[in-house]
């Protein structure tokens, strides 16, 4: 066949900060390539193409999302693609390094690629004897590779000397072949910034730093020294995709709540999180209610920041997306979702509320600060004398916290995710600075520190 390229289409989660794919075979089937359990893109591509999804294969056993590629097994009865090391423990075509799939005209060719897993599989598309493109998951992305620590601090030097020789096998790829990873920009996989999802390999010789190293002990000095913190349910998602994840009986939705449920769940444990804008949670919300605003980036603080096995009730503003909030969950394993309630309905019952002190950047003064925001960031610009504790340590670390600090992020919403662990804990007077370290800069015309 001719592949066009359109054929492929890269299907992104901003949130996650990654790409899955869907791949038009030519015949009215097509290839899913590390799709996540929420479905909804992928099926509506597939869908607008009139496609059968025939094939979902994996890279590797994922720890930043819940694999869809069973439950297209299940609906759809697609061949699930995925490395035999892996030791998935239910039905897959187990590949090793060199085992080629029959696509109908394509070839799909599996590279053992490890060093981000150790299973790693990068899936090289073949037109005949033409290399189209290599789907590289996290052994190759644009302008890096991904994280080699998610199997422990232990393991991580070994795996990054493993990453190296995968991505030198790549890079003997011929430069046209196309590069389509698994993770890009808003990755905690390690990724950098910058807009492009997709490359070439002849690009990344070009432009890739890790690439360039010289040799491989230069190459795991870097690598290792620019890795940052990772959400916590990074350490649980890879166990339950190699066991399978739950395949979903029909499409799960977010019943209403009465303030008198909430008060019964509440009893039994459950926990509240708040998923309005952060300025109608700090004009009243419920006592003990965490603060995640919904956002592309709802999953990765809910699952850094709750046990996976928590029962969970949200508090929602009207017109907020609730099918939005529940994929959000269940694809990072979060399935015990009881249900929403909105504030009014809360306090038409009697309900109590707390609230949170919105700090102009002029108004801070003496009060300490609290800075939620990652390392790197900190290192760009930060307040002197400003407390560093990062949002995703910070329920473990409350107690390093300031006496009635001003709490601030970049936009807001983490510092007041941060307030709220802070009141959940019992810490009085937590404010939220309104605006940003360059905003306070400015109305105190002093300048930030930045290390270098």
């Given amino acids: 066949m001719g592949f066009a390229e359109d054929h492929l289409v890269p299907l992104i989660d901003d949130g996650l900060g990654n790409s ?21 893109a992928v099926r509506a591509e597939a869908e607008r193409r009139g496609l059968a999804i025939a094939f979902a294969a994996d890279t590797h056993l994922h720890a ?6 069973l439950q297209l ?12 090391a892996g030791r998935r423990a239910f039905g897959h075509r187990g590949l090793a390094d060199g085992d080629e799939v029959d696509l109908g005209g394509l070839t799909l060719r599996a590279l053992a690629t ?11 598309l073949l037109d005949g004897a033409r290399e189209l493109g290599v789907f590289s998951g996290g052994s190759l992305i644009v302008g890096s590779v991904a994280r080699t620590d998610l199997l422990g601090a232990d393991r991580a030097e070994e795996l990054a000397r493993a990453q190296y020789r995968s991505l030198h096998r790549l890079a003997r790829l011929p430069d046209a072949t196309g590069v389509w990873p698994t993770h890009g920009a808003g990755s905690f996989c390690s990724a950098p910034q910058g807009a492009e999802r ?24 870097q690598l290792l020294g620019g890795l940052g913190s990772y959400p916590a349910y990074f350490d649980r998602l890879a166990e339950i995709n190699r066991r399978g994840p739950e395949v979903l009986a029909a499409t799960p939705s977010l019943p209403g709540l009465s303030a008198s449920d909430v008060r019964h769940l509440l009893g039994l444990g459950a926990q509240i999180v708040d998923v309005r804008p952060v300025e109608d949670f700090a004009a009243g919300h419920i006592p003990g209610a965490l603060s995640v605003h919904l956002r592309e980036q709802f999953a990765v603080w809910l699952g850094w920041l709750l046990p996976e096995d928590a029962p969970l009730v949200f508090v929602t503003a009207p017109g907020q997306d609730l099918a939005e909030l529940t994929w959000q969950a269940l694809k990072i394993g979060y399935d015990r979702l009881y249900g929403h309630l909105t504030m009014d309905a809360w306090t038409a019952d009697g309900g109590e509320r707390e609230s949170v002190e919105f700090v102009a950047a002029d108004g801070v003064g003496d009060r300490p600060v609290l800075d939620v925001r990652q390392q790197s960031e900190r290192d760009a610009g930060r307040i002197p004398d400003a407390v560093g504790i990062e949002l995703g340590a910070l329920t473990t670390r409350t107690d390093e916290a300031p006496p009635s600090p001003v709490v601030h992020c ?24 309104k605006g940003d370290p360059t905003d306070w800069s ?6 930030l520190r930045t290390s270098t």
């Fill in 20 to 40: 899955a794919y869907l791949v038009d075979l030519g015949d009215g089937r097509a290839l899913a390539v590390d799709v996540s359990r929420d479905l909804r």
């Fill in 198 to 221: 997709t490359s070439t390999i002849g690009a990344e010789k070009r432009s890739n730093d890790l690439l360039a190293a010289p040799d491989e002990d230069s190459f795991v000095r």
């Fill in 442 to 447: 400015k109305a105190t015309d002093r300048p």
């Fill in 114 to 124: 490890p060093g981000h897993t150790d299973e790693h599989l990068s899936f090289l």
């Fill in 73 to 84: 097994a299940a609906d759809d009865g697609a061949t699930v693609l995925a490395s035999t």
């Fill in 64 to 69: 930043d999302f819940l694999t869809g590629a």
């Fill in 410 to 433: 970049t936009r807001g919403e983490r510092a007041m995710t941060a307030a709220s662990i802070l009141q959940r804990k019992g810490h009085p007077d937590v404010a939220v600075l």
